[in-house]
């Protein structure tokens, strides 16, 4: 174990944690932008615009990867014009690497946060607008500080997803040694050549800091939970 470490490519665990931390932010923004947008609706367009937004968290990743790759291939037209007007490229980099993540992430930040955001006590919006608060200062000061457990957990949850995805990654970025290998593509990749004992090595890897991502949060909600009794 010692000499597999000692000689490993750490690579992959550096652009899973750039890319896990990229696209979380992104998708922290995002799902509570959206999340916030989808509550001031109401009716079927709700429903609607709550089920596209969730369905990449029960697609599988290859079939969101697909998605991808036909809008941002340099052979289709959206491709080709950011290729052509801003010399950027999303195919087989690590843009893609970070898209594709925000992609399967993003339904997790928006439920948690939407989950959360019904939870906040109308009364204290409505106080907010009686004292004649804007709609943002609303956001801002009572509805993001009384749903910021929810926000937490659905940060975690992304987080944790994103470092791990494998399929959409590897449909839109590949799989590129140095630039756009991920650790779940170097389980892939190692399993396939039978490099068993390497592949082991960046799975208990990934284990183990997803399990500490995950603690980290439990033990975080341990503290703020009230205790009301035991089933």
Same mark, same amino acid.
């Given at each position: ?11 992959p ?5 750039k890319?896990?931390?990229a !696209? ?15 509550m001031?609706?109401s ?12 369905l ?5 990743p ?14 289709r037209?959206?491709?080709?014009f950011?290729?052509d ?6 195919v ?11 992609v399967? !992430?993003?339904?997790?930040?928006y ?5 959360a ?8 919006i409505?106080?907010?607008?009686t004292?004649?608060?804007?709609e ?11 749903? !910021?457990?929810?926000i937490?957990?659905?940060t975690?949850?992304?987080f ?5 995805e494998y399929g959409?990654?590897?449909m839109?970025?590949?799989n ?5 290998r ?5 389980i ?6 039978? %490099? ?5 090595v960046w ?7 997803s399990f500490l ?13 009230? %205790?009301?009794?035991?089933?």
């Amino acid at each position: 174990m010692l000499d597999i470490l000692m000689n490993i490519d750490w690579s992959p665990f550096w652009i899973s944690l750039k890319t896990g931390i990229a !696209a979380t932010a992104i998708a922290f923004v995002l799902g509570i932008l959206f999340a916030a947008l989808v509550m001031r609706i109401s009716g079927k367009l709700q429903w609607l615009i709550d089920a596209v937004l969730t369905l990449p968290l029960v697609l599988p990743p290859t079939v969101a990867g697909f998605f991808l790759l036909i809008i941002f291939s340099i052979r289709r037209p959206f491709g080709a014009f950011l290729l052509d007007t801003f010399d950027i490229k999303i195919v087989q980099t690590w843009k893609g690497c970070v898209i594709a993540a925000v992609v399967i !992430a993003f339904p997790l930040m928006y439920r948690n946060t939407r989950a959360a955001f019904e939870q906040v006590d109308l009364t204290l919006i409505q106080a907010g607008r009686t004292l004649g608060l804007g709609e943002l200062t609303i956001l801002i000061k009572i509805i993001l500080p009384n749903a !910021a457990p929810g926000i937490i957990s659905g940060t975690m949850l992304a987080f944790t997803r994103a470092i791990g995805e494998y399929g959409a990654t590897a449909m839109l970025a590949g799989n590129i040694l140095g630039k756009t290998r991920t650790v779940s593509m170097a389980i892939a990749t190692e399993t396939a050549n039978g %490099h068993y004992d390497v592949a082991g090595v960046w799975v208990i890897i990934i284990v183990v800091l997803s399990f500490l991502i995950m603690t980290i949060s439990n033990r975080f909600f341990e503290s703020k939970r009230t %205790h009301v009794g035991k089933w």
